[in-house]
């Protein structure tokens, strides 16, 4: 038995392999993160493991190393997530004192994987794959959108002496053409600003396509989740892409510290005390920032909460702890929508 620890990285990844008993079996390998990087580490851990059952142990740093992950599992190969927590932890114990490397970060991943059998195995569901690379397209394009729409507000103000209105809707591209083809602008001017009208009409045609694709992916997944207000159907797509399978976060507790919504105690001269956690998945607080705005707006039980806390916590303190239970209740509806997707998936088997 070969178990393989990965610290991940942006650009590149250190593996280290160890045996059953927690010693090293090569030399650390650095491969570079592209698209050879699963071909390599297979290609190296062959000539290592002749032929024994190999794990991979992936400390938990998804964003980087999911692509990693996919390529493994689909390759036939186990994948386990190990916590950063666990992974320094056991680096104390086997590394040098002070010791602090990726090869040593890497062991201790290896480590932590042997000594905890029931580490959150990865998984792949082939429409949460398909919905991760929407959700990206989709905001890569929002925030191309968003870059040409505050240029041409820049040059309109400039050139037009005019401030245009919404932009991402076709009424206020219209009046600005309109604007545009009736004033006194140069033609060069003119022929720079009708470009990049054109390139805003472009993307926010591409964005409601996909936007259009989203919601008939989404709706069979998350019916729960589309259900809880402010939850539009690219957020559910959001949750997702980032969050995968629900049970790998066993409580709601450990989902609000993955998001960023569980505050941190902090002790200071016998008195207890919380600070907000700047940590986390900051696309999913962000998202449930937004949500607790809408909620704000429309939820007769969120304004309840926030008169509530506000006198006490202040404004931002309530909309925090808006967000937390946010968390439980969607932490709920996932739970719901992956119960019934394992039901649809045993009734087709039944038929099959």
């Known amino acids: 038995m070969v178990t393989v620890g990965i610290d991940p990285h942006k650009h590149v990844h250190v593996a280290v392999a160890v045996d059953a008993d927690g010693r090293r079996v090569s030399r650390p390998l650095t491969v570079k993160n592209d698209a050879a990087l699963i071909g390599v580490l297979l290609k ?17 740093g998804r964003g980087f190393a999911r692509g990693l ?50 580490l ?6 082939e429409r949460v794959r398909e919905l991760r690379v929407l959700v990206d397209l989709r ?23 005019h401030t245009p209105g919404d932009l991402t809707r076709t009424p206020g591209l ?20 009708a470009e990049m009208l054109g390139e805003t009409a472009d993307l926010n045609r591409r964005v409601r396509d996909l936007e259009t694709t989203i919601r008939k992916l989404v709706s069979p997944l998350a019916p729960a989740l589309l259900e809880i207000t402010g939850i539009s159907h690219v957020s559910a797509a959001v949750l997702l892409a980032e969050i995968g399978d629900i049970t790998r976060f066993a409580s709601s507790a450990k989902l609000a510290r993955y998001t960023g919504c569980a505050p941190i105690p902090v002790y200071s001269s016998d008195k ?5 956690h700047r940590g986390g998945n900051r696309r999913l607080n962000s998202l449930l920032y937004t949500t607790a705005i809408v909620q704000q707006r429309f939820h007769p039980g969120a304004r309840e909460l926030l008169a509530r806390h506000t006198p006490t916590k202040g404004v931002r303190g309530a909309r925090r702890i808006l967000k937390r239970h946010l968390i439980d209740v969607i932490h709920r509806a996932m739970v719901q929508d992956r119960a019934s997707w394992q039901h649809h998936i045993a009734q087709h088997e039944l038929v099959a």
């Not at 190296?44 to 190999?54: M, T, Y």
């Open 44 to 60: 190296w851990i062959r000539a290592i493991a002749g032929g024994a059952p190999v794990t991979w142990a992936i400390e938990d």
């Open 69 to 118: 992950a996919d390529g493994l599992l689909l390759a036939g190969h186990d994948v386990v997530w190990v916590p950063t927590r666990l992974m320094a932890a056991h680096r104390k114990l086997h590394a040098a004192t002070g010791s602090k490397s990726d090869p040593a970060d890497a062991t201790a991943v290896a480590h932590a994987a042997i000594a905890t059998p029931g």
């Open 120 to 125: 959150d195995r990865h998984r792949i569901d």
């Open 139 to 161: 905001a890569d394009l929002v925030r191309r959108r968003t870059m040409v729409i505050n240029q041409v507000k820049a040059y309109t103000h400039l050139w037009l002496g």
């Open 174 to 193: 219209t009046s600005l053409t309109t604007l545009l083809d009736t004033s006194q602008a140069s033609p060069h001017v003119h022929r720079v600003l």
């Open 272 to 276: 207890e005390r919380h600070r907000l």
